[in-house]
């Protein structure tokens, strides 16, 4: 048995700072530990100790071999390290150790003995010590003792590798938003294979869609499959083979752990269960389905709402008078129409997909085409009696949220009902009587929930409507609606303040241009200040939170409140408070400041025609600024 053939680049540490011989024990005892080459690490140290009682294992020259032989020790394994300025570790010639190997030895035949005899042979030369204790690298330490191995052994052949085809261990990562820590995940775990001497293969399940793929030969040949993901990963091809699954963040801070757990057949075999990913999810429950969700939801907002204020520019730079067109403003020209176009189109597809992924999270694929009907609906407002959705009030990504849950659990409701079909029917299970049942049950939750978002909507418009009738009431008014822009972002609750607004400027009056100016500022705040938060907070956020923040900016100051929704979607009960607190500020104070609009849309692109256009800057920027510290200080730090 050669000695590279025991030892590992993880298992090697140089340049060592070690007070005693105890902290050196300790120290060699920790890399097989690392190495994964003990069942029983507080087993494995006590055999150690009893050895040294019975004599120093220090043979002189600066040299060190402690040893045992335990029941603690998965397989025979050597681990080394270098101590440049010496340890004290009673040697017969009285001299301080410098290089220290430990062999571990399982009880079965006497291989410590081979072994001790091998690194003798080899270390009675000082040429070949002296070496070693220089190394710099693991690698330079291994190949060192590979060539004096080889040189003194010409006829002993190396180990052979392993029969098994391609890689030993195969990898998945994925995270929320698929930027960063899917991408440090996968870096880490290549990097542990690669020390740990273990072919890896690792897939990234990336923003900009799945790379390094797994083939069915690779998954057919390999020990097991680590899923490092915070979102579901489809598990269906897996079937039969070992599946360690874990957080994104194990596979960054643990890759090594992860790896051995695979190589030394300590995960159960995973059992695809018809079209659900049975297995269980470690940042699981709610949260990791709604960012599953919000992640996918991401592009969608971000390209569409650029796309919107790209349309508002062309406008502006054609000379088109925003409040001489009204509603018409970003569609005037050709140009600016198709940018309107093509953002509205995105937009109209953000919440369906928020549900859609959702619902998927929770029950695999037939959970996909549940939530993205059900999130149709809820964008539409669909009733029973109104089924085109002429006449009704949208549900917004509130109504999508829920859609994505009920509808992700009622598809798995239907797979454990069919659990009990003929197996004959296996077949056209996931084709046809999973979306058909999924399909209709999800028609008949979002239309029996849609009719009391048109009441809630026709609730308020009354409220509204005998609030305005008192003059007195402006600033209360003005902050309501402004609050209420910001509850739902394009649900029933934000419809029913910008529609009040909207039809009042029918009246032409300085009132309807007070209420107009503050339900604008309303939306523009939200966005604004989680772009704000994102600089200031940034443990407040998760890298890729804070990578698409600042494009808030544009789309808050574009009038754009659905920039806000996938950082209200994945924290609702902390974002949404700072978010309607600032708003209802920020409208107030355009009240009182007796600021005026008179065009319904535009944002910052119609500040020319905005009455008091100064004051309602300061408006803007104090709401932003309340939002702003609301969210530092109610938002949980990432951990």
């Known amino acids: 048995m050669r000695i590279t053939d025991l030892l590992k680049k993880s298992g090697i540490a140089l340049g060592v700072k070690v007070a005693d011989k105890s902290e050196a024990i300790d120290k060699l005892v920790s890399l097989h530990e690392k190495c994964g080459n003990l069942k029983d690490v507080k087993a494995y140290k006590e055999g150690i100790l009893k050895r040294e009682e019975l004599g120093t294992t220090a043979v002189g020259m600066e040299v060190a071999i402690p040893h045992a032989k335990s029941e603690a020790v998965k397989a025979p394994a050597l681990t080394a390290i270098t101590v440049p300025d010496g340890v004290d570790y009673d040697s017969p010639d009285g001299k301080p150790c410098k290089l220290l190997f430990m062999i571990a030895a399982t009880t079965d035949g006497d291989v410590h003995l081979e072994v001790l005899a091998r690194l003798m ?84 399940n990336g923003s900009g869609g799945a790379k390094n793929v797994l083939t069915e030969e690779e998954i057919a040949n390999c020990d097991g499959i680590i899923v490092a993901a915070d979102i579901t990963i489809n598990l269906a091809r897996f079937d039969g083979k070992p599946v360690l699954q874990c957080a994104v963040s194990d596979g960054i801070h643990k890759p090594e752990e992860l790896i051995n757990k695979i190589v030394n057949k300590e995960v159960p075999v995973y059992h695809h269960k018809g079209g659900s990913a049975d297995a269980p999810r470690k940042r699981g429950g709610t949260y990791g389905h709604l960012m599953n969700g919000v992640s996918h939801m991401l592009p969608f907002v971000v390209a569409g709402g650029i796309f919107i204020a790209i349309a508002f520019l062309i406008d502006i730079a054609c000379g088109v008078n925003a409040q001489e067109v009204g509603s018409a403003f970003g569609t005037v020209t050709p140009a600016a129409a198709w940018f309107k176009t093509l953002g509205g189109v995105a937009f109209n597809l953000m919440v369906p997909i928020l549900s859609g992924f959702i619902a998927m999270s929770i029950a695999d694929r037939p959970g996909l085409l549940v939530g993205l ?243 309602y800057l300061v408006a803007l920027v104090i709401g932003t600024i309340v939002s702003t510290a609301l969210l530092g200080l109610l938002k949980k730090k990432v951990a």
Do not use: W
């Open 373 to 615: 009907v059900g999130g149709f609906l809820a964008t539409s407002g669909a009733t029973f009696m109104d089924p085109a959705a002429a006449e009704t009030v949208p549900s917004g990504f509130l109504g999508g949220l829920l859609a994505g849950f009920v509808g992700g659990y009622l598809m798995l409701g239907i797979e454990k009902m069919c659990d009990k079909m003929p197996k004959a029917l296996e077949g056209i299970k996931p084709v046809l009587i999973y979306p058909l049942l999924g399909l209709g049950g999800i028609l008949v939750v979002m239309c029996a929930v849609n009719p009391f978002m048109g009441m809630i909507n026709s609730g308020m418009s009354n409220g509204l409507n005998a609030i305005a009738s008192n003059p007195a009431m402006m600033v209360p008014l003005c902050a309501l609606l402004a609050g209420m822009m910001s509850i739902d972002m394009g649900g029933p609750f934000n419809k029913a303040a910008y529609a009040f607004a909207t039809l009042n400027l029918a009246n032409a009056d300085d009132q309807a241009y007070i209420i107009m100016a503050a339900v604008m500022i309303g939306g523009m705040v939200p966005p604004c200040a989680i772009a704000l938060a994102t600089l200031l907070f940034k443990d407040k956020f998760t890298k890729e939170e804070r990578q698409s923040g600042p494009v808030n900016f544009i789309m808050g100051l574009a009038f754009i409140t659905e920039g806000a929704i996938p950082y209200a979607a994945s924290d609702p009960l902390h974002v949404l408070p700072a978010c309607i607190i600032g708003a209802g500020i920020s409208g107030a104070l355009s009240e009182v400041f007796q600021c005026t609009l008179m065009a319904p849309h535009g944002g910052i692109f119609v500040f020319p025609v905005v009455g008091n256009a100064m004051m």
């Open 121 to 204: 042979q080899l270390l009675m030369h000082e040429d070949f010590t002296a070496k070693l204790k220089a190394a710099k690298t693991p690698e330079e330490f291994i190949s060192i003792i590979d060539a004096r191995e080889t040189e003194k052994f010409p006829d002993e052949p190396k180990a052979e590798v392993p029969a098994k085809k391609g890689y030993r261990v195969l990898a998945i990562t994925a995270c929320p938003t698929g930027i960063a820590h899917t991408y440090m995940a996968a870096e880490s775990l290549q990097k542990a294979g690669d020390s740990l001497n273990i072919p890896i293969k690792v897939e990234t």
